[in-house]
């Protein structure tokens, strides 16, 4: 019993892990903006998750699952806290996509960001032209943050 349990914590954790890589492919915009493909992408992830549970004591398993999910998240948030390292690697780093005016076209691409998205995020921040931008820069949370030029 105590054997299963183990095995099953295990492959919940495996799982979470093969989420978060997914997660980090997909890229910074997926985390801003869930999309209905990124929303069946995670609930078809509950699903194989559950079905990862063995028969008998459903229950009880179901309970160390999410016990091992939650443990793994908790010291994953205080290592992303405590080490610049593992946030780099985990949330990754802004990056820039407007300087004084100019694209940054290979970010754009390597980010999947359009021109459409800069000029969408411009207009919210009551910017006309993608020219008048001193700054555009995508956010580890995929938020595109917006800096006029004088």
Do not use: W
């Not at 910074?28 to 992408?41: C, N, Q």
Request: proline content about 2%; glycine content about 6%; overall charge positive.
């Amino acid at each position: 019993m105590i054997e299963i349990l183990l095995i099953t914590a295990l492959k919940c954790i495996a799982i979470y892990f093969l989420v978060l890589l997914c997660l980090r492919i997909l890229g910074k915009r997926s985390l801003a903006e869930i999309s209905p493909i990124d929303l069946v992408f995670i609930l078809l992830i509950g699903s194989v998750l559950g079905q990862q549970l063995p028969e008998e004591n459903k229950f009880i398993s179901a309970l160390v699952s999410i016990i091992a999910l939650a443990a793994v998240n908790y010291l994953l948030t205080r290592g992303i806290y405590k080490h610049k390292a593992l946030r780099k690697i985990i949330e990754g780093e802004p990056v820039i996509l407007i300087r004084n005016g100019k694209l940054y076209k290979n970010h754009m691409e390597r980010e999947k960001i359009t021109q459409e998205h800069l000029v969408e995020a411009a207009r919210h921040k009551g910017v006309k032209e993608l020219e008048d931008v001193e700054l555009a820069i995508l956010e580890t949370d995929g938020k595109i943050s917006i800096i006029k030029l004088n």
